[in-house]
């Protein structure tokens, strides 16, 4: 077992800490006072390379895969998790449509997406709820040339800043009279087409989360993503390998963010004539921090490996999102605890990434949900 | 197509100095667990290769002397857009002061790029400091050197317009032909590293080329070659000094910003 980086890899990850750096951490302050995207980063995404990662050479992407995005999306969210979370959910939108997509749908949309043309949504949450995708009440009905939609989604990642989007609704009832679904590769320009509300959120500030509102909203016959019926097929694949594993990086990424904060604090802050390092109920914290964060990322890792080796990986996906996002709100917690009262003040960083925390644990699927996955798992394999 | 050649210097990376001793039986600076990075200055130095070779078709050669380990400093200068890049590393080598270094490069560029139209470096390194690198090349490969250089500039990549910032004033220089330029941060901003770049750079040549490979001469290079010893390397002590002024506010006020005035603070 060799647990190296490649050279590639290594390299992949300081030019993107340096990205991140020079491109990210200047508008940090800006989204979190407004909670707006910063629209020109989408084209420098593009430049980089960011926005390609799971798209193949051939519809302008670069391939790289799963393994590199998972330490691309840590070094953004080290400086920025509300950018983490637009790249990662843009992936969402990529992804499915290589997957599944006709020919026609790739070359249309997939260059587009990788150049920072705009960025991708993938949207399957509405008001009734995620998690229960049966609960799904947006529906598509066949019209002449047309799929006509009607419904509503929220929480939609990228909402406001997306030209192109993969949503699901329900086409019908399966031969066992149980609802269907099936996929859509919907463009904002589409006549019926609207976005609703934009959310207010107490973390990953910058990005935006809105709804999307269909309303007899015309869907060209060629936008249907892979066949009629396929949609949860598609849905949860999408969620399980993208999505998931896009949460674990981001959730490692708090960790070291946390991590290395923490450690520049005690190593400058003196109390009682000395750093606050040399004290051992702080190293105690540092010690459980830095425990944390290589746990998530080397599942993280693990998980991510697998998918580039075409290895079933739902389980280690939802296994990694669970941990790294549950241990990104203990890094950051623990964080603040070694930056007292420090912590409170908006100047510190460790509050944003403890607000950042809270919110990516019921992103992707509740921990709650991961555990019904992952106990189903223990109790069938051990 | 005219080319570039650019001198690259891996060093420890500045942002982890802190971290960095000195060994006290030995006075070597230990620089274990510390990741090498590429000379600050030297990434600016190749952005002016790229520009030409953006603009002008410009081939970009990358030069490095430096230990085995090192070559990924050269992979990121391969990503960046430089074509090829050459890596002179033997333990005869080690232990080189600037002018056994100079000699060494000036040998690589000699034997890999002798058709070169312009060698670029940084102005100094970060680690070394001494400056004396570039304008060496320039004599070992009997050509002009610019140093202190902020702008470059040319209309048709052949006739370049150099200035030279000397803090108090500017030269301003036009040459044509073979030159040796080092260059400060103000000529440029380097550009990133894209993952496009990572990819096409695992299929540049990188070559590791040994003493005997440059055909040096033995008595020229590495330590025993270096006319220059280090007598004694320390880290400097630096202590605050601490003065309590007394007296009424207002005149401990005035006596403090004449202080300040004096240490030319204000």
Redesign the interface.
Not at chain 1, 47 to 50: A, K, S, V
């Given at each position: 077992m060799d647990f190296r980086l490649s050279?590639?890899e290594?390299?992949?990850r300081?030019?993107i800490a340096?990205?991140a750096q020079?491109?990210v951490a200047p508008l940090v302050e800006e989204m979190e006072k407004t909670g707006e995207f910063p629209r020109p980063l989408i084209k420098k995404m593009g430049?980089?390379?960011?926005l390609?990662?799971v798209t193949s050479p051939q519809y302008g992407g670069?391939g790289?895969g799963f393994l590199?995005r998972a330490i691309a999306i840590e070094e953004i969210s080290k400086v920025s998790a509300a950018v983490g979370i637009a790249l990662q959910v843009h992936h969402m939108a990529c992804w499915p449509i290589e997957t599944w997509g006709t020919e026609e749908q790739k070359k249309k949309y997939l260059p587009r997406l990788a150049k920072g043309e705009t960025l991708g949504v993938c949207s399957i949450t509405e008001p009734s709820g995620g998690s229960d995708v049966f609960g799904m009440q947006t529906t598509a009905r066949e019209e002449g040339d047309y799929w006509v939609i009607n419904g509503r989604k929220c929480f939609a990642t990228n909402s406001h800043v997306s030209d192109i989007m993969v949503i699901v609704a329900r086409t019908g009832e399966d031969a066992k009279g149980r609802p269907a679904f099936s996929a859509f590769i919907v463009e904002s320009s589409f006549e019926g087409f609207s976005l609703g509300r934009e959310e207010n959120k107490m973390g990953f500030r910058g990005a935006f989360s809105g709804e999307l509102v269909f309303q007899d909203c015309k869907v060209p016959k060629e936008n249907l993503l892979g066949k009629v019926g396929e949609g949860l097929k598609i849905a949860l694949a999408t969620v399980n390998r993208v999505g998931r594993p896009g949460m674990a990086s981001i959730g490692v990424g708090l960790c070291y963010a946390s991590l290395e904060e923490a450690a520049k604090f005690a190593r400058e802050r003196v109390l009682y004539g000395k750093p606050i390092s040399n004290l051992q109920a702080i190293q105690f914290l540092l010690a459980d921090i830095y425990a944390l964060a290589e746990a998530a990322r080397l599942l993280n890792y693990r998980a991510n490996w697998m998918m580039d080796q075409g290895l079933p990986c739902d389980t280690e996906m939802t296994l990694a999102k669970y941990v790294a996002t549950e241990n990104a709100f203990q890094c950051a917690r623990m964080a603040c605890d070694i930056h007292g009262g420090y912590s409170c003040i908006l100047e510190y960083p460790v509050q944003r990434y403890l607000r950042d925390a809270w919110v990516s644990i019921p992103s992707g699927g509740t921990s709650q949900v991961a555990k019904v996955v992952l106990g189903r798992h223990a109790v069938k394999n051990f | 197509m005219p080319e570039a050649v650019v001198c690259v210097k891996p060093i420890p990376d500045p942002k982890h100095w802190d971290r960095l001793s000195l060994d006290p039986k030995t006075g070597v600076l230990r620089r274990e667990g510390i990741p090498t990075v590429i000379n600050p200055l030297d990434k600016h130095a190749l952005e002016v290769a790229l520009q030409l070779k953006d603009n002008f078709g410009w081939e970009v050669t990358v030069v490095s002397m430096a230990p085995p380990e090192t070559t990924?400093t050269l992979?990121?200068a391969l990503?960046m857009g430089a074509d090829r890049a050459y890596l002179a590393s033997d333990r005869l080598l080690a232990g080189a002061d600037t002018l056994a270094t100079a000699y060494t490069l000036a040998g690589l560029i000699k034997k890999k790029a002798p058709n070169f139209q312009m060698v670029l470096c940084g102005n100094m390194s970060l680690d070394g400091s001494t400056s004396q690198v570039a304008p060496q090349i320039a004599h070992y490969l009997g050509v002009p050197h610019i140093t202190h250089v902020s702008k470059v500039e040319t209309e048709d990549g052949s006739k370049f317009r150099v200035t030279m910032d000397l803090k108090l004033a500017q030269l301003v220089l036009e040459h044509q032909g073979p030159m040796v330029l080092a260059v400060t941060k103000e000529v440029n901003l380097p550009r990133?590293?894209?993952?496009?770049g990572?990819?096409a750079?695992?299929s540049k040549p990188l070559e590791v080329l040994s003493a005997a490979d440059l055909e040096l001469d033995p008595s020229r290079i590495g330590q025993e070659g270096s006319p220059t010893r280090v007598r004694n390397l320390f880290m400097p002590e630096i202590k605050r000094r601490r003065e309590i002024l007394k007296g009424e506010p207002e005149e401990v006020a005035e006596e403090l910003v004449n202080r300040l005035h004096q240490a030319g603070m204000l």
């Open positions: 050279e590639r290594e390299l992949l300081k030019s340096e990205f020079r491109e430049d980089i390379g960011l390609g990662l670069n790289m590199a | 990924q992979k990121e990503a990133l590293v894209n993952i496009m990572i990819l750079a695992e």
